[in-house]
């Protein structure tokens, strides 16, 4: 059964730097993009990066510049490095990957169970 495991949340002060990691473990065929999301209590989820296959990224415009996502596809795994955090960056992060668990089977989103990062001023 194929997982996301996510590492790094933590608290950090205004102006300090997280570095999150998540990795896909199980059976699974060919991931497809792999992202970064955030979520505000009482609020929707929202888009902070992806990464596609082919190594083209996004990122939401709150992360432009500050923060960078990477990809290790021989690893099964996305990292995102965050500079400069703001208290608006405070947020449970959410690992996603969008793959197929076999050949010729849809592609589907898997979600990480969340890491909470804090920005402390």
């Known amino acids: 059964q194929a997982r996301l495991v996510e590492s790094g949340g933590g608290l950090v002060q205004v102006g300090g730097s997280l570095r999150l990691s998540c990795t896909a473990y199980g059976s699974f065929f060919n991931i497809n993009s792999m992202g970064w999301y955030r979520q505000l209590p009482g609020k929707q989820r929202e888009l902070v990066a992806t990464?596609?296959?082919?190594?083209?990224?996004n990122y939401a415009d709150s992360a432009q510049g500050r923060f960078t996502i990477s990809r290790d596809s021989a690893k099964n795994t996305v990292s995102l490095q965050m500079l400069r955090l703001k208290p608006e960056d405070t947020a449970v992060y959410y690992c996603?990957?969008?793959?197929?668990?076999?050949?010729?089977?849809?592609?589907?989103?898997?979600w990480g169970q969340g890491t909470q990062v804090t920005v402390s001023s």
């Open positions: 996603n990957a969008r793959f197929s668990l076999k050949y010729g089977s849809p592609l589907r989103d898997y």
């Open positions: 990464i596609s296959s082919d190594g083209i990224t």
